[in-house]
């Protein structure tokens, strides 16, 4: 399958956003274009060829033609669409089978809950080239999306470029997630949507105090179990996680703050600033006290 990858954390430059509606049978015009081009197939049916491949768009349907391919209509129809034209300097095609792409989504999704950060961003979007949604109320919700990017676009005011990209983000990233939801029926892709819920339950939670048998009563699963699935696919414990998590906040509070470490210990759920000191220069190889003098750059 082909997908678009690219960084959430620079918006998309939106060069052309509307809509088409036909009302006689037409095609599409033949060209090659700088942009990338994303349609959204609101009723009917679209023929185009891109690269010398066909395709049928029928309403549900949301494609995206790639820059520097020619694409053009192959017969006249009557159909409706919403186009968005856009550029992103981070943005890249990659070509990879969808299992391999739902493994990477979770590996990365696992990554970043962990602490850590995909690709040197914080946040990756991939959208499908070709995504269909039979689910009626689904796509109208899309739809609904990109309308208030082309309404937004169509004010004077402030910034309004600024919004009409961050509906564009919006959508893509729904999309994005949509797709994920719709492939996630495996039982390799169940196992990692339950490490997901674990690690999205450590991350909300690790300034409290947390047991194996407060996990099990929150998320409803026996603790051996969930540590089980831990230990097969993250080579790691829950506790040993929720151990670097809680390390990671501590880092950030450092940096951010000029909390004393008893008040930073407790905040991030250390029972006590011995062990809180102790745990952390396991983690990093220097105690607190001298990871802030550091970060001040003074001499103990």
């Known amino acids: ?17 509307g809509k088409d509606n036909s009302l006689t049978p037409h095609k599409n015009i033949r060209r090659t274009s700088d ?7 609101t009723s009917g049916e679209l023929f185009v ?3 010398g491949r066909e395709y049928a768009l029928k309403k549900g349907d949301c494609f995206l033609f790639e820059p520097k391919l020619l694409h053009f209509g192959t017969k006249s129809s009557v159909y409706n669409l919403i186009y968005i034209h856009f550029k992103h300097k981070n943005a890249k095609i990659v070509n990879i089978s ?32 070709q995504i269909s949604f039979c689910d ?13 990017g082309i309404e937004t676009n169509k004010l004077i005011l402030e ?11 919006e959508l893509f990233i729904e999309i994005y997630r949509l797709f994920i939801k719709m492939n996630s029926n495996s039982p390799k892709t169940d196992k990692m949507h339950l490490i997901n819920t674990v690690l999205d339950y450590l991350n909300n939670n690790y300034m409290n105090k947390i047991t194996g048998d407060k996990i099990s009563k929150d998320l409803c ?19 040993k996680v929720l151990e670097n998590i809680r390390i990671k906040a501590a880092k950030k509070l450092i940096k951010a703050s000029n909390f004393s470490l008893e008040k930073i210990s407790e905040g991030v759920g250390f029972k006590d600033v011995a062990y809180f000191s102790k745990t952390f ?20």
Not at 2 to 16: C, D, G, K, M, R
Not at 139 to 147: D, G, K, Q, R, T
Not at 282 to 293: D, E, L, M, V
Request: glycine share 6%; net charge negative.
């Open 281 to 300: 220069k396991k983690n990093t190889g220097i105690s607190p006290s001298k990871y802030r003098a550091e970060l001040l750059g003074k001499d103990l």
């Open 221 to 239: 699963y026996s603790f051996d179990y969930l540590n089980q699935v831990f230990k097969k696919h993250l080579d790691t414990s829950i506790f």
């Open 98 to 129: 969808k299992e391999k792409w739902l493994e990477n989504v979770h590996n990365e999704g696992i990554l970043r809950a962990m602490g850590g950060s995909v690709g040197g961003f914080d946040d990756v979007i991939t959208l499908p080239k």
């Open 136 to 148: 009626t109320s689904l796509f109208y919700n899309l739809c609904s999306i990109a309308e208030r």
């Open 1 to 17: 399958m082909v997908f678009l990858n690219y960084s959430a954390e620079i918006l998309p430059q939106i060069t052309l956003i």
């Open 35 to 41: 942009d990338y081009i994303f349609y959204l197939i």
């Open 49 to 51: 060829c891109e690269d």
């Open 159 to 169: 910034n309004n470029k600024t919004l009409t990209a961050m509906s564009v983000d």
